[in-house]
């Protein structure tokens, strides 16, 4: 799929490095869902993400989303 979008063919010198680390980040994002459903207050829930915990989980999304933001734009 990297492959497919020009901005995302040539990811500089360490560019296979780089395409593994967003490949595997598919692992985190659809981990995303999971605790959006089951520890947060998107739906009633008994437990909640940790401060610590939910800080982790923005943090990622929101240097993902710059990444792809910064090289789709």
């Known amino acids: 799929m990297l492959e497919k979008h020009s ?9 296979d490095d780089i395409k593994r680390i967003l490949r595997t980040s598919g692992a985190i994002v659809d981990a995303f869902g999971t605790l959006r459903n089951r520890a947060s207050l998107a739906h009633p829930n008994e437990e909640l993400l ?11 999304a929101r240097s993902l989303l710059r990444y792809f933001d910064a090289k789709l734009s």
């Open 7 to 15: 901005a995302l063919r040539d990811l500089g010198p360490r560019s």
């Open 50 to 60: 940790g401060q610590d915990e939910a800080l982790l989980v923005i943090n990622i």
